[in-house]
C-alpha cells in the first residue's frame, strides 16, 4: 500500500497538475471500471500498481482459455482476481491443461463461485468433480461439453450443490450407454433446479430421475439426444407440474409424448424442431390444452405431418400467441387467416421453406395480422407483388426480412421502401452471404426473435468481462472505450491552463 500511495503522489505531482482521479475512494474507481470493456479494463490496470489491484479485486466474471498446464499459474491467477464469481474454462485439445487437481485448486480459491463452465476438459475425473462440488456449494449454474467425468461426477454436484438453478450438459462422454448406465439425479438439487438443457448425449434418458425429481423445474430443453422419450414424458408431467418451456429438437418423440405434454397447462413456449414422427394430431393436443401458450417454433423437415389441420387447432386455442416460426410447414390460406383473425397479439412471424405460402398468404398477412412487428420470409415462393401487398398492409409492421426468394427483386424492395419509409427490410437473395444478425432472421437451424448478440467472453490464454456492461456505453459514454485516459487528460490539462490564467 506504501508502494501504491508513493505512486499516487508521485504521478499527481507531475508538472504540477492535480490528479483527481488518486482522489476517487477504491470503491467508485472499481464502480468505473465496471462499466468498461474487458479490453479496456486490461488497460486500465497497466496504469499504475492502485489500478492494477482494483481491477483484479472489482472483477466478478473471468475465463480462462488454458493451452498448457495450468496448475503452478493458479495461485498468481486467483491472488489477484480473488472476488470471481462467474467462471469459464476451456482446455486445448492438443495439451493437458486443466485436470482435478487444478479443478480442486480454483475450487479452494473460489468458494464463493455460482456459475462454472467447463469446456473440452478431458482430463477432468468424477474425483475432481466430487472435491469441487465440496468446496463449491453456492454454484447456482453449471455448463459442461466435451467433458469426460460420467455419472459419479455429475451426481456429486448434485448432490452437494442445493443452490443449483440452471444445468446445461453436451457430449458428456464418461456417461456409459446402454442399460448400465447409471441413474442421474436427483440429489439436493433436484429442489432448486429450474432449467435443464441436454445436448448430444447417447443416453440422454440417464437424467430421467434427475427431470422427474425436479418439482420447480420451468425450461427443459433437449438436443439430439438418443432413446425413446415417449415413455419419460408422462412420467415428467405427472410429476413436474409448472413447466414453461420445453424445446424438442431431434429427438425421438411421437404424438404419444405430445399428448402427454398437452398436460402441461401452465406452458407457454414449445420448440418442436425436426421431430417427424410428429404429426397434426399431437399438436393439436397441445393447443387443446396448452391455451397460455405464447411462442410456438414448428420445424417439420418438409415431412409434411404437420399443416393446416394442426394450425387450425392452434388459433382455436392459442389466443395469447404472440410469436409463430414455422419452417418446412406447408400452410395455406385457410390456416393463415385463421391465426391472423384470432391470435390478435401475434407480433412476430416467420415462415420458411414453404412452397405454399407465396403472394396471396402473404396478402392475408398484410390485410389480417393487425398487431404484426416482425415478418421473416425466407425459400418461399414470393414475388413482389407480395411485398406490395405490404406496403399498405400491418399497421405496426416495423421489420420485413426477405431471404432467398427468387421472385422479389432489388426493384420491390427500394418500391416498398419509398411508400412505407418507416419500415425496415432486409434483403437477402442468397447470393451473398449475409453476415449481420438482425432480429427475426431466418437460420438454416430456425428463428430467433429476437436475435440478441451478447458480450463475447474470451481471448487468447485470459480474458474476463465484467458484470453491468450492456448498459455501460450510454451511462458512462465519456468514460468508456480508449478515449478514458484521453479524457481526463484533457480536462486535467483545461484545469491548469485555468489556473495559469488566473
Known amino acids: 500500500m506504501q508502494t501504491e500511495e508513493a505512486e499516487e503522489f508521485e504521478r499527481s505531482s507531475i508538472d504540477g497538475l492535480s490528479d483527481f482521479i488518486s482522489d476517487l475512494p477504491d470503491e467508485c474507481l472499481a464502480c468505473i471500471f465496471q462499466f468498461l ?8 490496470s497497466l496504469v499504475c500498481r492502485r489500478w492494477l489491484r482494483i481491477e483484479g479485486q472489482s472483477r466478478h466474471r473471468l475465463s480462462l482459455n488454458a493451452q498448457s498446464d495450468l496448475q503452478h499459474l493458479i495461485h498468481s491467477i486467483f491472488s489477484r482476481f480473488d472476488a470471481v464469481t462467474k467462471l469459464a474454462l476451456k482446455c486445448d485439445r492438443r495439451s493437458v491443461s486443466i485436470g482435478d487437481q487444478a479443478l480442486v ?74 442399460a448400465a448406465a447409471e441413474p442421474i439425479g436427483p440429489g439436493v438439487a433436484a429442489a432448486s433446479l429450474k432449467t435443464i438443457c441436454l445436448k448430444e448425449l447417447y443416453n440422454g434418458q440417464c437424467f430421467g430421475p434427475l427431470i422427474i425429481g425436479a418439482k420447480n423445474l ?47 397447462s401452465d406452458l407457454e413456449i414449445l420448440h418442436l424442431v425436426k421431430t417427424p414422427e410428429c404429426t397434426n394430431a399431437g399438436v393439436g393436443a397441445v393447443a387443446g390444452k396448452c391455451k397460455l401458450l405464447r411462442k410456438l417454433h414448428i420445424d417439420g423437415w418438409k415431412a409434411n405431418r404437420i399443416g393446416d389441420q394442426g394450425l387450425i387447432a392452434v388459433a382455436n386455442s392459442c389466443l395469447n400467441l404472440q410469436e409463430l416460426v414455422l419452417i418446412g410447414v406447408n400452410l395455406t390460406n385457410i390456416s393463415l387467416g385463421m391465426l391472423a383473425s384470432n391470435c390478435q397479439n401475434l407480433e412476430r412471424l416467420a415462415l420458411c421453406g414453404s412452397d405454399t405460402v407465396g403472394d396471396a398468404e402473404i396478402s392475408c398477412i398484410a390485410a389480417k395480422c393487425i398487431a404484426l412487428k416482425k415478418l421473416c420470409i425466407k425459400s418461399c415462393p414470393v414475388s413482389d407483388h407480395g411485398m406490395e401487398a405490404l406496403a399498405s398492409g400491418c399497421p405496426n409492421l416495423i421489420k420485413v426480412k426477405v431471404k432467398k426468394c427468387r421472385g422479389v427483386t432489388s426493384e420491390g424492395v427500394e418500391w416498398l421502401r419509398a411508400n412505407r419509409v418507416s419500415l425496415a427490410i432486409n434483403l ?53 472505450g480508449r478515449s478514458i485516459m484521453a479524457c481526463t487528460l484533457r480536462r486535467l490539462a483545461n484545469s491548469n491552463g485555468s489556473s495559469s490564467h488566473s
Open 428 to 480: 437477402d437473395t442468397g447470393e451473398q452471404v449475409d453476415a449481420s444478425a438482425s432480429d427475426g432472421g431466418a437460420q438454416d437451424n430456425g428463428v430467433e426473435f429476437p436475435s440478441i448478440v451478447p458480450s463475447q467472453i474470451g481471448a487468447s490464454t485470459i480474458a474476463s468481462s465484467s458484470t453491468g456492461r450492456s448498459a455501460s456505453n450510454k451511462l458512462l459514454g465519456l468514460l468508456s
Open 37 to 44: 470493456s474487458p479490453g479496456d479494463r486490461k488497460r486500465c
Open 218 to 264: 420451468k425450461s427443459l430443453k433437449l438436443f439430439r439426444c438418443s432413446g425413446d422419450w415417449d415413455k419419460l414424458f408422462p412420467l415428467i408431467v405427472d410429476r413436474v407440474m409448472g413447466i414453461v418451456e420445453i424445446h424438442m429438437e431431434r429427438i425421438q418423440i411421437s404424438d404419444i409424448g405430445l399428448e402427454a405434454v398437452s398436460n402441461c
Open 105 to 178: 485448486l480454483i475450487s479452494e480459491r473460489c468458494r464463493n463461485l455460482t456459475r462454472l463452465k467447463l469446456r473440452a476438459c478431458r482430463d477432468l475425473t468424477d474425483a475432481g468433480m466430487l472435491a469441487f462440488a465440496k468446496n463449491c456449494r453456492g454454484l447456482k449454474k453449471l455448463s459442461c461439453g466435451s467433458c469426460t467425468f460420467g455419472a459419479k461426477g455429475m451426481n456429486a454436484v448434485l448432490d452437494h450443490c442445493p443452490a443449483l438453478e440452471e444445468l446445461s450438459v453436451k457430449r458428456l462422454r464418461g456417461i456409459i450407454d446402454g
